[in-house]
């Protein structure tokens, strides 16, 4: 079992920055991956970015140029560093883990960007 603790959303204006934080801690297996999730109201849940432990990425093309994931695996830590918000990235970001059969997801954090 694999306990995630999301941090870091907030209300922010179009074309502002923020930086969401996971720490994951538990049953933590060597090869893993940890990810971003969004979902809107009304939208179903989509990937936003995804880091593997060897430092492998992959982006939403929504938001590739303009968010950036990075891990501390001594800290087991992901972040997402997210910048030019635009209002259609308003929505509650979830932190996925996963390794082989085992996933686990945060609890979401709000990212509300105002016009």
């Known amino acids: 079992q694999v306990q995630l603790v999301e941090s870091g959303g907030g209300l922010v204006q179009a074309g502002g920055t923020l930086r969401l934080s996971c720490a994951a801690s538990?049953?933590?297996?060597?090869?893993?991956?940890l990810g971003w999730y969004r979902q809107a109201p009304g939208k179903q849940r989509e990937l936003v970015a995804i880091?593997?432990?060897?430092?492998?990425?992959n982006y939403a093309g929504s938001v590739k140029g303009r968010f950036t994931i990075s891990r501390d695996n001594a800290k087991n830590t992901v972040y997402l560093q997210m910048n030019s918000l635009k209002p259609e990235d308003t929505a509650v970001y979830y932190c996925r883990y996963s390794s082989g059969p085992f996933t686990s997801w945060g609890q979401g954090t709000q990212v509300t960007v105002s016009s």
């Open positions: 538990g049953s933590i297996f060597s090869s893993n991956a």
């Open positions: 880091i593997s432990s060897g430092g492998s990425t």
